[in-house]
């Protein structure tokens, strides 16, 4: 979350683009290429380099921290008191829930302005200004309110509170969010406004109950209270000025944007370009709505739904700001323990329990216990949202985004209270809980957008316990992993199993025999695919599958694994939906999924492979091994992972692959004369005439090598961009710095057509473009197997496939396609897979089988 998306266009890549391959500590994170020769020394951005003040470092650091909690307990304090006078403004003004609700609404207009005052504020008059405008708006605000003004007057009182405190709102909350042990301290901060919620509706409640004061005598101990606020602030943040906040944030404004035009555009739209602040926005208005609806109407609920006095469910409501109050002192230092995204999203699920329990057990008692402990488990989240969001936004954008994300937060405080208003007056107040509840659940559901690991770890099959190379996040673990497994993949190891890949060949070749023999026309989609599986068999489980001999798709294999492509492609970014469903160890383990059908295929072919006395020393072999001298490194659920990786990949690539050859070179006749010429070169030279080509002579067909670079250049079996994250300090492609935190990817299919790299004729079928003097320079264009450390650990064997299937069928078929014109389809999610172009081959009379 954070990342910017980035468009999928090579412009943005250099001339000089080479694929990077090194790597730090972070889980796929590039890392910036070394500095070069240049006289011209590149500064690091500052942010790279920051150091988190601490809140006790200096005795004017305590006295600001001090006055922004003694803020909070005000803005907590003007929140809570709504909730106890809201029975006696309609009494007084003579209005009923609906128009009464518009002081919930009203002080949203205030927040709203705000968000985009924040750092205009900021900029001009430093923190010096916030401390002035916040409080003087509460300051003035609760002096009006204090003389019981006509209601239109309260209601326009209403906004100004609005903009004072959302002016303080964004501002603390940054400026505490950067300190060290941010959690802890935004705790305490956001705890001070649990006090100030707590005892407001006590006082407010003891007040008018029992010493028979009005409503708005309320708003002369607030008033009181905020000349405290507006001193204490003051003579904190005095020299806290704007020319002082703008030197701060000069060097983290120019390394954040990763452009000249960002950098220029005003803060709050520049932070609305990252999805973070949308989320978090969006949540904390849900979040806002939640809070502010119980504290505001659980008076009225106790009153009339449970029959408690008028005191009795004045103190339910300070039970649940105690609870509140308690949560965020308390559970500050458990959320980093647990991981603030993660706990956020318990702390919720906890809410939705206990706001069960309040809903369905009529007892006063029950309910008052219940709605503080809601607090309680409610109480730290929007502390916690704002350290998230601190943490995935570039800093001179963290007081636009959070305040952004505040307005929206009392704009659920306001918004929601309203509604509920609204449907009580029409349906009563029992409909409460229902509405609340549901509020939670959608919460839930949001903060599961930003609660979600990366794409890699969907492929960690059948669930996250068999962990491979590609679905491992931390780099240098993932080369451990890797070359755990490199011996299996090594070129020396593959060719002695090139006796059996032969054996496979020759079977596909009866097939096509029989085709001929029949004129019948052959689906290559579902011949190849059975080819594939069948070289994985041999190669990887001294056995073949049989798809071939059979002439099925066997368990439905070919189809299960297009379905769990198309699944991997989308799930990856719902890892917390994955985890739940499909890749739920629990359901895995006892084989209630689909996508167990491919672990299962695997797991059978080892346990039939090693029940096998003639089992030769293939890669189940090589991995055995490994796991027997280095227990440490490698385990028997890595082993099986490798097993069930290399079935899952190995097929619809390879078929793909030799497709992309076969169409293509069809619509450019000259390809395949030309490919055939050379083959029959070599076997008037004595090579190339055995029943299956060699490797060793294929391999040194240049015409073939062409082909194959291009047939998986035009047509990239994995268009899928497999992210990268940008390092500490950015990371520089080209003219453009893309911030830390960016997810980067290329399509390699993009990379592949683009005219800058491929030359004009980058969209056709050109083997020759690989020939040429500028062919060397196109190596580090080409991508089919990705770069660098993550690219595909089975390129051997898929070179080894391709080669000698190609040069084979084009030695001894003729192939033409049924209707010449007929375009093939294909469906492209994570791999693309080509379909619907029926062929007919016969043999070739010059061919080994004419």
Not at 231 to 254: D, I, L, M, N, P
């Amino acid at each position: 979350m954070g990342a910017q998306p980035i468009s999928q266009s090579p412009t943005i890549l250099p001339s000089n683009y080479s694929p990077p391959s090194s790597y730090d500590d972070h889980p796929n994170r590039l890392v910036p290429p070394a500095s070069s020769s240049s006289s011209e020394e590149v500064t690091p951005p500052s942010h790279a380099v920051d150091i988190a003040p601490r809140w006790n470092e200096s005795k004017s650091s305590i006295w600001q921290l001090s006055a922004t909690f003694w803020c909070a307990l005000v803005i907590g304090a003007n929140d809570a008191a709504y909730g106890a006078i809201i029975p006696y403004l309609e009494k007084y003004y003579q209005k009923n829930y609906t128009i009464v609700s518009l002081v919930f609404l009203s002080p949203f207009v205030g927040y709203t302005i705000s968000a985009f005052l924040n750092n205009a504020i900021h900029q001009h008059l430093g923190r010096r200004g916030v401390a002035a405008i916040g409080p003087g708006c509460h300051l003035l605000t609760f002096a009006i309110i204090s003389v019981h003004p006509p209601f239109p007057v309260l209601i326009v009182m209403y906004v100004f509170i609005g903009l004072g405190s959302g002016v303080q709102n964004a501002a603390w909350n940054v400026w505490i969010g950067n300190m060290a042990n941010s959690n802890e301290v935004l705790g305490f901060f956001h705890g001070f406004y649990g006090v100030g919620a707590t005892i407001s509706p006590l006082i407010a409640t003891s007040l008018i109950t029992k010493a028979g004061w009005e409503w708005y005598s309320v708003y002369y101990l607030l008033t009181g209270a905020a000349a405290i606020e507006f001193a204490y602030a003051v003579s904190a943040f005095w020299t806290e000025t704007g020319s002082k906040y703008r030197q701060e944030h000069a060097a983290s404004s120019s390394s954040g944007s990763s452009s000249t035009d960002e950098a220029a555009l005003p803060q709050t739209r520049l932070a609305l370009r990252y999805n973070v602040t949308w989320i978090c926005a969006v949540f904390l208005f849900v979040y806002g709505g939640v809070e502010v609806s119980i504290g505001g109407w659980i008076v009225v609920f106790m009153t009339r739904v449970r029959h408690g006095s008028a005191f009795a469910s004045g103190m339910a409501e300070t039970g649940f700001w105690l609870g509140i109050t308690v949560g965020r002192f308390v559970l500050g230092f458990v959320s980093p323990r647990i991981g603030e995204k993660l706990s956020i999203a318990v702390y919720i699920v906890f809410a939705i329990a206990l706001e069960l329990l309040f809903w369905l057990v009529p007892k006063f008692i029950v309910s008052a216990i219940a709605v503080s402990l809601v607090g309680f488990f409610l109480g730290t989240i929007f502390p916690g949202v704002v350290v998230v969001s601190t943490r995935l936004l570039p800093k001179n954008l963290h007081v636009a985004a959070i305040g952004f994300a505040a307005a929206f937060s009392m704009g659920g405080g306001a918004v929601f209270p309203f509604m509920v208003g609204a449907i009580a007056q029409a349906k009563g107040v029992t409909t409460l809980q229902p509405i609340l509840l549901a509020m939670l659940a959608v919460a839930l559901g949001i903060w599961a957008m930003v609660f979600r690991a990366p794409w890699y770890q969907i492929l960690a099959l059948p669930d996250h316990r068999f962990q491979s190379p590609m679905s491992e996040l931390n780099p240098k673990r993932r080369v451990e992993r890797a070359k755990n497994l490199a011996s299996a993949y090594a070129l020396s190891s593959l060719i002695k199993s090139e006796a059996h890949i032969d054996s496979t060949i020759q079977l596909l070749c009866q097939r096509l025999d029989e085709f001929s023999d029949n004129q019948t026309t052959v689906e290559f989609n579902y011949w190849f695919n059975f080819y594939a599986f069948d070289v994985i068999g041999e190669v990887v489980f001294s056995q073949s599958f049989g798809f071939l001999q059979s002439g099925k798709d066997l368990g439905g294999s070919v189809a299960n694994t297009r379905y769990l492509n198309a699944y991997v492609a989308a799930a990856g970014y719902f890892q917390w939906l994955h985890n739940c469903t499909l890749g739920n160890p629990l359901l895995s383990k006892y084989d209630l999924l689909p996508n167990n059908h491919l672990f299962d295929t695997a797991m059978a072919a080892l346990k039939r492979r090693n029940e096998n006395p003639d089992h030769r020393n293939d890669m189940v072999e090589h991995w055995k091994r490994m796991v027997q001298e280095h227990p440490d490194r490698m385990g028997r659920m890595d082993l099986e992972s490798a097993a069930t990786g290399s079935v899952g990949a190995g097929s619809d690539t390879i078929s793909t692959a030799l497709q992309s050859f076969f169409y293509h070179a069809l619509r450019r006749p000259v390809v395949l004369q030309t490919l055939r010429a050379e083959v029959d070169a070599e076997r008037a030279q004595g090579r190339c005439n055995q029943a299956v080509i060699p490797f060793a002579e294929a391999q040194n067909l240049e015409y073939l090598q062409a082909c194959v670079k291009e047939a998986l250049r035009i047509f990239t079996p994995v268009p899928f961009g497999l992210a990268r994250v940008a390092p500490k300090g950015g990371l520089q492609i080209g003219d453009r710095l893309f911030p830390e935190g960016t997810k980067l990817s290329v399509n390699p299919g993009v990379i592949h057509h683009c005219k800058d790299f491929f030359g004009d004729d980058a969209h056709e079928f050109n083997p020759d473009r690989w020939l040429g003097p500028e062919a060397k320079s196109l190596e580090k264009y080409f991508l089919p197997f990705g770069a660098g450390y993550n690219s595909c650990p089975g390129q051997h064997l898929a070179r080894i496939e391709l080669c000698k299937v190609i040069a084979t069928l084009v030695r001894d078929y003729d192939i033409r396609q049924e209707d010449p014109e007929r375009e093939w389809s294909y469906k492209a999610h994570f791999m693309v897979i080509p379909y619907a172009w029926p062929c007919y081959v016969s043999r070739r009379e010059d061919g080994l089988r004419g």
